[in-house]
């Protein structure tokens, strides 16, 4: 008989186990929308927009990036169905390993990002502390150490986590760093002069734009792994939306206004300076806490991707995936984080067009039965002219953005290929 938090990727989660409320999605959410990569992305944007063009860009693209998370929130607690084994339903049961491996390729990747800037930021914050000559700033051991909690984390499952770690107290940990940051810098920042900070155009509104919103993007092939074990639809909507919302946009937010108003330019880890000067370091040890969560995040879900292709218990998966990523971040610097974005946005925007299309118009959240096919060739059709076209306006026309128009453009495409087929078959269209 299943537990809570043990169901193997290809189960349905039993309604008595979908123990999610609103309160425990918006913990998770808000949680996952913190942290200090997303500090970074702040950072990132923050020389060529400068504050009110880059605040606007990450309120608009986080906007919508939420409400397409929200939306596939609710296609997990539809179904009771983990994130690929609904990519199931929508491409087919060999259609869904491409996007299984895809995910498990940036799955990999951002777990081994978040473990190299946890390992920077300890080791930032250690040398200040201890100074320059300890042996606690060593990277080896951070990386060590951070891979280690971070596979522990996914071992014990999300049910686990969320509810006996993170609702109880780490949200409120959370709350309090964002809240002395944001009070630091207006207690010492010129604001007036911050916000008619212009930038140097180095980086169009649009590309600012598709950056913001590839963060709620990049978790879309992931998040109705947790989801699942939600109740009501419209908590997990509202949870969702309105925790990554205010978390991601509040803390992107303070890593432009750091960025521009302490940052030392030429510093390579100019942010994370500034952040450990703020209230002895504390604000931004208890964000660095926070980070392996993400880090869980990514390692339990790409666990789940891969037992969705193997046999293989999802906890055992875990540990193997924790021990990658730690290798990774061992050997890899903290490089081209901007085109890894791009990458994400450009394979999953368009892809969860074609999910929302197929999970809300074509099969009425469910009302109608979901094809069992090997390959659904019309889905894998519309999804790689999305991706294509995606790429197109990224090179030709960056001026206008890719990431929406490759998700309409794929949903819309799949709408036409199914009225055509039905039409074709001989069935009426409005079945």
Same mark, same amino acid.
Request: aromatic share 10%.
């Given at each position: 008989?299943?537990?809570?938090?043990?169901?193997?990727?290809?189960?349905?989660?039993?309604?008595?186990?979908?123990?999610?409320?609103?309160?425990?999605?918006?913990?998770?959410?808000?949680?996952?929308?913190?942290?200090?990569?997303?500090?970074?992305?702040?950072?990132?944007?923050?020389?060529?927009?400068?504050?009110?063009?880059?605040?606007?860009?990450?309120?608009?693209?986080?906007?919508?990036?939420?409400?397409?998370?929200?939306?596939?929130?609710?296609?997990?607690?539809?179904?009771?169905?983990?994130?690929?084994?609904?990519?199931?339903?929508?491409?087919?049961?060999?259609?869904?390993?491409?996007?299984?491996?895809?995910?498990?390729?940036?799955?990999?990747?951002?777990?081994?990002?978040?473990?190299?800037?946890?390992?920077?930021?300890?080791?930032?914050?250690?040398?200040?502390?201890?100074?320059?000559?300890?042996?606690?700033?060593?990277?080896?051991?951070?990386?060590?150490?951070?891979?280690?909690?971070?596979?522990?984390?996914?071992?014990?499952?999300?049910?686990?986590?969320?509810?006996?770690?993170?609702?109880?107290?780490?949200?409120?940990?959370?709350?309090?760093?964002?809240?002395?940051?944001?009070?630091?810098?207006?207690?010492?920042?010129?604001?007036?002069?911050?916000?008619?900070?212009?930038?140097?155009?180095?980086?169009?509104?649009?590309?600012?734009?598709?950056?913001?919103?590839?963060?709620?993007?990049?978790?879309?092939?992931?998040?109705?792994?947790?989801?699942?074990?939600?109740?009501?639809?419209?908590?997990?909507?509202?949870?969702?939306?309105?925790?990554?919302?205010?978390?991601?946009?509040?803390?992107?937010?303070?890593? +432009?206004? !750091?960025?521009?108003?302490?940052?030392?330019?030429? /510093?390579?880890? #100019?942010? =994370?300076? *500034? &952040?450990?000067?703020? %209230?002895?370091?504390?604000?931004?040890?208890?964000?660095?806490?926070?980070?392996?969560?993400?880090?869980?995040?990514?390692?339990?879900?790409?666990?789940?991707?891969?037992?969705?292709?193997?046999?293989?218990?999802?906890?055992?998966?875990?540990?193997?995936?924790?021990?990658?990523?730690?290798?990774?971040?061992?050997?890899?610097?903290?490089?081209?984080?901007?085109?890894?974005?791009?990458?994400?946005?450009?394979?999953?925007?368009?892809?969860?067009?074609?999910?929302?299309?197929?999970?809300?118009?074509?099969?009425?959240?469910?009302?109608?039965?979901?094809?069992?096919?090997?390959?659904?060739?019309?889905?894998?059709?519309?999804?790689?002219?999305?991706? +294509?076209? !995606?790429?197109?306006?990224?090179?030709?026309?960056? /001026?206008?953005? #890719?990431? =929406?128009? *490759? &998700?309409?453009?794929? %949903?819309?495409?799949?709408?036409?290929?199914?009225?055509?087929?039905?039409?074709?078959?001989?069935?009426?269209?409005?079945?």
């Amino acid at each position: 008989m299943n537990t809570p938090g043990r169901y193997s990727p290809n189960q349905r989660v039993a309604y008595k186990h979908r123990v999610f409320g609103g309160r425990d999605m918006f913990s998770l959410w808000f949680s996952l929308g913190i942290g200090l990569m997303v500090l970074q992305l702040g950072a990132l944007l923050a020389p060529g927009l400068g504050m009110s063009s880059a605040l606007l860009a990450i309120v608009c693209g986080t906007a919508v990036g939420v409400l397409l998370l929200g939306a596939v929130a609710v296609i997990g607690s539809d179904t009771g169905l983990s994130s690929i084994a609904n990519l199931k339903r929508t491409l087919g049961d060999r259609g869904a390993v491409l996007p299984a491996l895809l995910n498990l390729a940036q799955l990999v990747g951002w777990g081994a990002f978040e473990i190299i800037v946890m390992r920077d930021a300890a080791s930032l914050l250690a040398a200040r502390a201890f100074g320059e000559q300890s042996w606690l700033i060593s990277p080896a051991l951070w990386t060590l150490f951070f891979g280690m909690l971070a596979t522990l984390l996914a071992v014990t499952g999300p049910l686990t986590f969320v509810r006996r770690i993170l609702r109880k107290w780490g949200i409120w940990l959370l709350l309090g760093a964002c809240t002395w940051l944001t009070w630091n810098l207006f207690d010492k920042a010129d604001l007036d002069v911050l916000w008619a900070r212009r930038g140097d155009g180095s980086l169009p509104f649009a590309l600012g734009f598709d950056i913001a919103i590839a963060m709620p993007l990049s978790w879309l092939p992931l998040i109705a792994d947790y989801s699942r074990f939600g109740r009501s639809a419209g908590r997990v909507f509202g949870g969702t939306v309105l925790g990554f919302f205010v978390g991601n946009v509040w803390l992107m937010g303070l890593g +432009v206004a !750091y960025t521009l108003a302490f940052a030392d330019s030429g /510093e390579v880890n #100019a942010l =994370l300076l *500034a &952040l450990a000067g703020a %209230g002895l370091g504390i604000p931004l040890l208890l964000i660095l806490l926070d980070e392996s969560e993400n880090a869980f995040a990514d390692i339990h879900s790409a666990a789940v991707s891969v037992g969705v292709l193997l046999p293989v218990r999802v906890e055992q998966l875990a540990l193997v995936i924790g021990a990658l990523c730690t290798l990774i971040a061992w050997f890899a610097p903290l490089a081209e984080y901007q085109s890894f974005l791009l990458l994400i946005g450009s394979v999953f925007a368009p892809l969860f067009g074609v999910v929302l299309v197929d999970h809300y118009l074509l099969r009425r959240r469910g009302l109608l039965p979901a094809p069992h096919q090997t390959l659904r060739w019309e889905t894998l059709l519309a999804w790689g002219c999305g991706a +294509v076209t !995606y790429h197109v306006l990224a090179r030709v026309w960056p /001026e206008i953005g #890719a990431s =929406l128009p *490759a &998700l309409f453009l794929s %949903g819309g495409l799949l709408l036409l290929l199914s009225r055509f087929g039905r039409a074709t078959a001989g069935t009426p269209v409005s079945q």
